[in-house]
């Protein structure tokens, strides 16, 4: 699927067209066909191997440049939910490519950070590349940040369930959410080395003298340095949040094996006693019922009270016992 964003620079009024061939574009590609890719490259002039770097799950954040064009490949957090709601947190490339007058995003799949860009979450400008293109890694900061809120609310969520587990489910579950800071981080990190690359090499300040003109490749106002130092601000953000959940989880995944281990243990404890205390009637019976002469030896309702009573006290000795030595 192909989408093609043009804002008209009088109203500042975005809207969808279906001519490629406009100036000032942005065109949004998710998981498209060869066939689309073939008819984006031929309609803008875009590398073809620029096109489908982004759809390679295993492409890393990374930037090229060729002739008058540049990629600028980042992880983007996504999360998928199965059929009992629970969310499984991962990392896939996005593409973003610079043309000398359009802007082109390629993904595997729809996302959080593109859909809200489309909406108008912030408000886009088509004909400003380096605002759009700062906009999508501020809003890929942002993003990372309300997953890692997210991990930490199903975190505390666990904590508490975990205090009465006697089973693998839980511990799976945190697994989940330990694999999923694990790409968070791993990802968080390549994009900072990225971000830090564009500023350090591509980024051209009004301010800078033409001597720079030849050697970068976007012009940045002052209100996209703050931008982009926004976009610095929050990804270290991100990553400082990632390590300190990684590590809690990390331990909350040692804590609750124990706990695991020791409810379980509990439960064997409770169900020992139990069942010493169910063997007593057992074994007076058993004895009572011996084929040899006993006292008591009548048929008499009193006698069978008396075995009764005697056991039931047996018993309470028992409970008492056990209860004194906390193995009941």
Same mark, same amino acid.
């Given at each position: 699927?192909?989408? +093609?964003?043009?804002?008209?620079?009088?109203?500042?009024?975005?809207?969808?067209?279906?001519?490629?061939?406009?100036?000032?574009?942005?065109?949004?590609?998710?998981?498209?066909? &060869?066939?689309?890719?073939?008819?984006?490259?031929?309609?803008?002039?875009?590398?073809?191997?620029?096109?489908? +770097?982004?759809?390679?799950?295993?492409?890393?954040?990374? /930037?090229?440049? =060729?002739?008058?064009?540049?990629?600028?490949?980042?992880?983007?957090?996504?999360?998928?939910?199965?059929?009992?709601?629970?969310?499984?947190?991962?990392?896939?490339?996005?593409?973003? #490519?610079?043309?000398?007058?359009?802007?082109?995003? *390629?993904?595997?799949?729809?996302?959080?950070?593109?859909? =809200?860009?489309?909406?108008?979450?912030?408000?886009?400008?088509?004909?400003?590349?380096?605002?759009?293109?700062?906009?999508?890694?501020?809003?890929?900061?942002?993003?990372?940040?309300?997953?890692?809120?997210?991990?930490?609310?199903?975190?505390?969520?666990?904590?508490? +369930?975990?205090?009465?587990?006697?089973?693998?489910?839980?511990?799976?579950?945190?697994?989940?959410?330990?694999?999923? %800071?694990? &790409?968070?981080?791993?990802?968080?990190?390549?994009?900072? +080395?990225?971000?830090?690359?564009?500023?350090?090499?591509?980024?051209?300040?009004?301010?800078?003298?033409?001597?720079?003109?030849?050697?970068?490749?976007?012009?940045? &106002? =002052?209100?996209?340095?703050?931008?982009?130092?926004?976009?610095?601000?929050?990804?270290?953000?991100? /990553?400082?949040?990632?390590? #300190?959940?990684?590590?809690?989880?990390?331990?909350?995944?040692?804590?609750?094996?124990?706990?695991?281990?020791?409810?379980?243990? %509990? *439960?064997?404890?409770?169900?020992?006693?139990?069942?010493? #205390?169910?063997?007593?009637?057992?074994? #007076?019976?058993?004895?009572?019922?011996?084929?040899?002469?006993?006292?008591?030896?009548?048929?008499?309702?009193?006698?069978?009270?008396?075995?009764?009573?005697?056991?039931?006290?047996? %018993?309470?000795?028992? *409970? *008492?016992?056990?209860?004194?030595?906390?193995?009941?």
């Amino acid at each position: 699927m192909m989408k +093609a964003y043009f804002t008209n620079q009088e109203t500042s009024q975005t809207t969808q067209v279906s001519d490629f061939s406009l100036k000032n574009l942005w065109i949004h590609c998710v998981h498209p066909s &060869y066939e689309e890719l073939k008819r984006c490259s031929e309609a803008t002039g875009a590398n073809m191997d620029f096109l489908r +770097a982004a759809l390679d799950m295993e492409e890393g954040s990374r /930037i090229e440049i =060729e002739h008058d064009q540049m990629i600028i490949i980042i992880d983007i957090p996504v999360y998928d939910e199965n059929v009992k709601n629970e969310r499984f947190f991962d990392t896939i490339p996005l593409g973003i #490519i610079l043309l000398k007058e359009k802007l082109i995003t *390629v993904c595997l799949q729809e996302n959080s950070i593109t859909s =809200e860009l489309e909406n108008g979450k912030p408000k886009v400008h088509t004909f400003k590349r380096t605002r759009l293109l700062l906009q999508i890694l501020y809003k890929t900061s942002q993003m990372y940040i309300r997953y890692l809120r997210q991990i930490d609310q199903q975190t505390d969520e666990l904590e508490i +369930a975990m205090h009465r587990a006697t089973h693998n489910k839980k511990l799976t579950q945190l697994l989940n959410l330990q694999k999923g %800071i694990t &790409y968070f981080s791993t990802s968080l990190r390549s994009n900072e +080395a990225t971000v830090n690359r564009l500023r350090s090499t591509q980024f051209k300040s009004i301010h800078e003298p033409e001597l720079l003109e030849g050697k970068r490749f976007l012009k940045m &106002y =002052e209100e996209d340095e703050e931008l982009l130092e926004d976009v610095q601000t929050e990804n270290k953000q991100a /990553i400082e949040m990632a390590g #300190i959940y990684g590590r809690i989880l990390e331990s909350m995944g040692h804590i609750f094996s124990s706990m695991i281990s020791n409810n379980l243990n %509990i *439960v064997m404890k409770f169900l020992t006693s139990v069942t010493l #205390i169910a063997s007593i009637p057992t074994l #007076i019976a058993s004895i009572l019922g011996m084929n040899v002469t006993f006292p008591f030896d009548t048929i008499s309702v009193t006698a069978f009270w008396g075995v009764m009573g005697t056991t039931l006290l047996i %018993i309470l000795i028992f *409970v *008492v016992i056990l209860r004194k030595k906390n193995l009941l």
